[in-house]
């Protein structure tokens, strides 16, 4: 089977071209440098040349609460245009199976806890990521189009909040474990007395690593074909201070946290519901604090060599 991976040098990519690679697939990965996805007729004949078993589309305009908030036309039209091009390029490419990886922001702000598929769209979404939630939506409802006209087995998974290896470790454009990590790590090597947080402290969220993640999508690849996306997450969560505290004590930082309230927290609370991805047999392997520890130790030798995004 030939696997193409959207996205292949970014945080989710990396994680499944190894998966699938350590799987016995033959994985051919595209990002900006090999084809634009902006660019409908280049990715067409790009996809014609490759001919795919299966398509994965993990390639999008990503970012934390700030940068989100900050560019909503670029966080909305830039994955509307990237969705639309890979679908189509696919279709006409005749791949009859695709994976669509969304997000949990897709949920209301104050969605019922835990979050279960079918509460997609009851309520109200969180505004500060509103524009990239609604990308998300409707690439859900794309792949559920392209399924009802024209028979293809193309589903969506929905990931909780990611991290690991190949992070986005820029503080004006990463998600928060990431600018955690960063902080917390550069604190210690300068010996800073106190590191300031957004927000209070006090939504929770659920965090699962990359790997894990990976090897759900694989599961899924193999054994899952429902219009229903399906959530992936570790089905557990904590507070932002909870977890500032655990950032802070596996890098070794001993100072102050302090929080700054002027900036925003974003949705109270997202935990979802993954009893349908255990019912496929996965479940995570690796804890949080290992995870965290793993990537801090990632992160510290790859800042070294000038390897990562910041």
């Not at 670029?74 to 890979?86: G, K, M, P, T, V």
């Not at 399924?147 to 998600?175: A, C, Q, V």
């Not at 900036?263 to 609370?269: E, I, N, Q, V």
């Amino acid at each position: 089977m030939t696997v193409l991976i959207a996205g292949s040098s970014g945080l989710v990519g990396s994680a499944l071209t190894k998966v699938f690679q350590d799987s016995g697939e033959e994985v051919v990965g595209i990002n900006t440098k090999v084809v634009n996805l902006l660019d409908l007729g280049k990715l067409i004949t790009f996809m014609h040349k490759v001919k795919p078993t299966l398509v994965i589309d993990a390639a999008a305009k990503v970012g934390g609460i700030g940068i989100n908030d900050a560019l909503p036309v670029e966080f909305l039209a830039d994955n509307l245009r990237i969705q639309l091009n890979l679908m189509e390029a696919a279709y006409l490419a005749k791949v009859n199976n695709f994976i669509f990886l969304g997000s949990s922001c897709i949920y209301p702000r104050n969605s019922e806890q835990p979050i279960k598929e079918e509460y997609l769209m009851t309520g109200p979404l969180e505004s500060s990521n509103s524009a990239y939630a609604v990308a998300k939506i409707a690439g859900l409802e794309l792949v559920n189009s392209y399924r009802k006209e024209f028979g293809l087995n193309w589903i969506t998974l929905m990931p909780s909040n990611l991290y690991g290896p190949n992070d986005n470790f820029n503080l004006d454009t990463s998600h928060v474990l990431p600018a955690m990590i960063r902080r917390f790590v550069e604190a210690v090597e300068e010996t800073v007395p106190s590191v300031t947080l957004w927000g209070s402290g006090s939504p929770r969220r659920e965090f699962l690593h990359v790997d894990d993640m990976a090897r759900a999508v694989l599961i899924a690849s193999k054994s899952y074909s429902s219009s229903l996306h399906l959530n992936i997450g570790s089905g557990e969560d904590l507070t932002i201070k909870e977890l500032a505290q655990k950032v802070a004590r596996i890098s070794g930082y001993k100072g102050e946290i302090k929080w700054d309230h002027t900036k925003p927290d974003g949705t109270p609370r997202k935990l979802l519901d993954v009893s349908r991805i255990q019912e496929l047999n996965w479940r995570p392997e690796i804890s949080l604090d290992e995870g965290i520890f793993s990537t801090i130790e990632w992160y510290r030798n790859a800042n070294k060599i000038g390897g990562i995004r910041k």
